[in-house]
């Protein structure tokens, strides 16, 4: 299973083994100039939240041309900048953002119509020039159609066969979540113009294929099937934990992350991976309020007000699980996942947690889906069952793993069981490494307490 992250809850260190970092709550957007900061940061909050369903809808009405439909949402964000600043905000912005972005999609449809008829220089009677105007004019209705599936729509021609699987991460990465190329890079280790390349690139290949934004029929659906989970899990991990920014989550993330598998589970009732991951989803969502203190402070599982969660999603996430096994798909990896995060979710206190049940499950996680960080989340579960030591030698292994290189979840899950192990010095030097690889400040501030006063 390609991707970024593989894993459930909150990695080594926080005590919740197998959550995986997710991307920039602070997403940017290139907003700059000296107009009034409220405007901005209230236009920036709105944009983060709508940003992937306006580019989806101007997508679909663009004929599939998801390049065209990101400078049309650019500008329209340039526009809402320039009005509200000199206007007020709306005071419903989404719609406002929608709509005037549907205006310019209009605007440009209307243009191409236009140059496509003078290039063919076709004489015809005004009868005849009147039908084919109608005919080639975008119908105003259209752009007020229901648009729950548009975004389906955008991530299964994001994952597109005809793109490279390098180039359709780092797409959806940056049309359905949002993330800045210097992001993008980041996450995949790589340099920023290479990142840019690849997204240039993936929208180079899908005008020129004229690949449109539609769902493929059903007898292909299965064949892009994996792609897809791929990146609704990208999209809701980037939502669940923050890599960099001032948030230690996006919730909107995870909300449409939800939805879109919600959605995938209707359109295909006969997979179970599309269960087993949605169920993944409910159930790691069902934390989100009590992973937030007080004062917006990361709350680690161990600490968190357990009635706080969401029972409402953890029934919907066991329920889904039971679909999975109705349907005979139990060692599918998102699956596993999902069971892992069930054994938190059925816990009442977090020394009811079945560790034994959790180690396991990652064993055979780690035979399905083999990944250094499921083999990190392992060791931390592995700690809790056997002991802080055994945990130790398991995470020293993959000291020399690139592919975990720079995560600062390895030398916070060292500094956990050195410190359980009575070494206070050594686990201090190891949050304080981690803290310095972290881009959150809310994680950041978690690893630098530790390194001041390692837990024992």
């Given at each position: 299973m390609?991707?970024?992250r593989?894993?459930?809850?909150d990695?080594?260190?926080?005590?919740?083994?197998?959550c995986?970092?997710?991307?920039?709550?602070?997403r940017?957007?290139?907003?700059?100039?000296?107009?009034?900061?409220d405007?901005?940061?209230?236009?920036?909050?709105v944009?983060?939240?709508?940003?992937?369903r306006?580019?989806?809808?101007?997508?679909?009405?663009?004929?599939?041309?998801?390049?065209?439909?990101?400078e049309?949402?650019q500008?329209t964000m340039?526009?809402?900048l320039e009005?509200?600043?000199?206007d007020g905000?709306?005071?419903d912005?989404?719609?406002?953002?929608m709509?005037?972005?549907k205006?310019?999609?209009?605007d440009?449809?209307?243009?191409?119509?236009?140059?496509d008829?003078?290039l063919?220089?076709?004489?015809?009677?005004?009868?005849?020039?009147?039908t084919?105007?109608?005919?080639?004019?975008?119908?105003?209705d259209?752009?007020?159609?229901?648009?729950?599936d548009?975004l389906?729509?955008?991530?299964?021609?994001?994952?597109?066969?005809?793109l490279?699987p390098?180039?359709?991460?780092?797409?959806?990465?940056?049309v359905?979540?949002?993330?800045?190329?210097d992001?993008?890079?980041r996450?995949?280790?790589?340099?920023?113009?290479?990142?840019?390349?690849r997204?240039?690139?993936a929208?180079?290949?899908?005008?020129?294929?004229?690949?449109?934004?539609e769902?493929?029929?059903?007898?292909q659906?299965r064949?892009?099937?994996?792609?897809?989970?791929?990146?609704?899990?990208?999209?809701?991990?980037?939502?669940?934990?923050?890599t960099?920014?001032?948030?230690?989550?996006?919730?909107?993330?995870?909300?449409?992350?939800?939805?879109?598998?919600?959605?995938?589970?209707?359109?295909?009732p006969?997979?179970p991976?599309v269960?087993?991951?949605?169920?993944?989803?409910?159930?790691?969502?069902?934390?989100l309020?009590?992973?937030?203190?007080?004062?917006?402070?990361a709350?680690?599982?161990p600490?968190?007000?357990?009635?706080?969660?969401?029972?409402?999603?953890?029934?919907?996430?066991?329920?889904?699980?039971?679909?999975?096994?109705?349907?005979?798909g139990?060692?599918?990896?998102?699956?596993l996942?999902?069971?892992?995060a069930?054994?938190h979710?059925r816990?009442?206190h977090?020394?009811?947690?079945?560790w034994?049940?959790?180690?396991?499950?990652?064993?055979?996680l780690?035979?399905?889906?083999?990944?250094p960080?499921?083999?990190?989340?392992?060791?931390?579960?592995?700690?809790?069952v056997?002991g802080?030591?055994?945990?130790?030698?398991?995470l020293?292994?993959?000291?020399?793993?690139?592919?975990?290189a720079?995560?600062?979840?390895?030398?916070?899950?060292?500094g956990?069981?050195l410190?359980r192990l009575?070494?206070?010095?050594e686990?201090?030097?190891?949050?304080?490494a981690a803290?310095?690889?972290?881009?959150?400040?809310?994680?950041r501030?978690?690893?630098s307490?530790?390194?001041?006063?390692?837990?024992?």
């Amino acid at each position: 299973m390609q991707g970024i992250r593989v894993g459930t809850g909150d990695p080594g260190g926080t005590g919740d083994p197998g959550c995986e970092r997710g991307p920039s709550c602070d997403r940017g957007s290139g907003i700059g100039g000296s107009e009034p900061v409220d405007v901005r940061a209230r236009l920036e909050t709105v944009w983060r939240m709508e940003y992937a369903r306006i580019v989806a809808v101007l997508a679909r009405l663009l004929g599939g041309d998801v390049g065209r439909a990101e400078e049309i949402a650019q500008d329209t964000m340039v526009v809402a900048l320039e009005q509200w600043s000199r206007d007020g905000i709306p005071r419903d912005p989404a719609p406002w953002l929608m709509a005037t972005a549907k205006h310019r999609a209009v605007d440009a449809v209307r243009r191409r119509t236009t140059y496509d008829r003078k290039l063919r220089e076709v004489a015809e009677t005004e009868r005849r020039r009147g039908t084919s105007a109608g005919a080639n004019e975008p119908d105003p209705d259209e752009f007020d159609q229901p648009i729950t599936d548009d975004l389906l729509r955008l991530v299964f021609t994001a994952t597109h066969p005809v793109l490279p699987p390098t180039s359709r991460t780092a797409l959806t990465l940056k049309v359905l979540a949002g993330l800045r190329i210097d992001e993008i890079a980041r996450a995949f280790l790589i340099s920023e113009s290479t990142a840019a390349q690849r997204i240039v690139r993936a929208k180079r290949i899908l005008a020129e294929q004229q690949i449109r934004l539609e769902l493929p029929p059903p007898d292909q659906r299965r064949g892009r099937l994996a792609a897809v989970l791929e990146v609704i899990y990208l999209i809701f991990n980037e939502g669940y934990a923050a890599t960099a920014g001032e948030n230690w989550t996006r919730p909107d993330l995870c909300a449409e992350a939800v939805r879109l598998g919600r959605l995938l589970a209707g359109l295909m009732p006969g997979e179970p991976e599309v269960h087993g991951l949605l169920a993944l989803m409910e159930l790691q969502s069902s934390r989100l309020a009590a992973r937030i203190g007080p004062v917006g402070e990361a709350a680690l599982l161990p600490d968190q007000d357990r009635t706080r969660w969401d029972r409402l999603l953890i029934r919907l996430g066991l329920a889904a699980l039971d679909r999975v096994e109705s349907l005979g798909g139990g060692l599918l990896p998102y699956t596993l996942q999902a069971r892992i995060a069930a054994c938190h979710a059925r816990a009442r206190h977090a020394e009811d947690t079945d560790w034994g049940r959790i180690a396991a499950l990652y064993t055979v996680l780690g035979h399905v889906a083999p990944s250094p960080v499921v083999e990190l989340n392992r060791a931390v579960a592995v700690g809790m069952v056997d002991g802080p030591a055994a945990a130790l030698a398991l995470l020293d292994r993959l000291a020399g793993e690139r592919a975990i290189a720079g995560n600062p979840q390895l030398p916070a899950a060292r500094g956990e069981q050195l410190a359980r192990l009575g070494r206070a010095g050594e686990a201090a030097d190891a949050f304080a490494a981690a803290a310095r690889l972290s881009r959150n400040a809310r994680e950041r501030e978690v690893f630098s307490r530790r390194a001041r006063t390692p837990p024992v």
